[in-house]
């Protein structure tokens, strides 16, 4: 497992407090984020790959600071995204997939192999030749899913991917993402998903306000949103 730390992280955007002295390490093969709207889950997911820097405080990933190495840190951290449409490229399933290879110095032949591989994982293998945008929701995001795993990640952050699919793509995805060797690092409103996940913080107005097993994060969580607005 990777080891990720954030360390005293703070991050403002346009002013606002988003991130508010977020220090963690996960360890755990199975982390969920889970919290209110705009309490800061997706900020927290995408300080992990970099795809938001702190503006104080430090995230490394297996010691590698997220800032400063910023490339190597994406080779081992995969990132899906809510929407698979923003994470689809090409044309064809498996363009898309090979698309995520380039400069990886394999052969022609080697990514051939390993995308028709990567695709019969997730039941694509009949598509690989259509065109990407014809493929169902539930399909889409096994493509983009396909896509981050192509590159053996050591990790997988993953941002909602279930919030677009209906109920039995949702437990689809759930199931891959439950499935894989990987640490996965999940950020989700549906609580079904973090059955069975190792550690499960939860995030309120930019401080993880509760860190802990889901038996014991959820029902904090759902007492923290039963209670009045401030
Ligand atoms: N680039 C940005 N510029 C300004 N404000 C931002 C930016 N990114 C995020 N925010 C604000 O930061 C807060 C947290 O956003 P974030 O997307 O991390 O929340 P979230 O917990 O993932 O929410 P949701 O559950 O609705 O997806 C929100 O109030 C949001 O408006």
Known sequence: MSEIVLDDVHVRREGRHVLRGVSVRLTERRVAVIGANGSGKSTLARLLNGLVTPTSGRVLV?????????????????????????QIVMPTVAEDVAFSLRGSGLSRAQVRDRVAAELARHGLADHADHPAH????????????????????????????????????????????AALEQQVVLVTHDLDLVDGYDRVLVVDEGRVVVDDVPAVAVPAYRTLMAAPVR
Do not use: M
């Open 134 to 177: 014809l493929l169902s929701g539930g399909q889409k995001q096994l493509l983009a899913l396909s896509s981050v795993l192509v590159t053996a990640p050591d990790l997988v952050v993953a941002d909602e991917p279930t919030t677009l699919l209906d109920l039995r793509n949702t437990r689809l995805i759930a199931d891959r993402l």
């Open 62 to 86: 297996d010691g590698l600071d997220v800032r400063r190495h910023g490339r190597a840190v994406r080779r081992r951290v995969g990132f899906v995204f809510t929407d698979p449409d923003a």
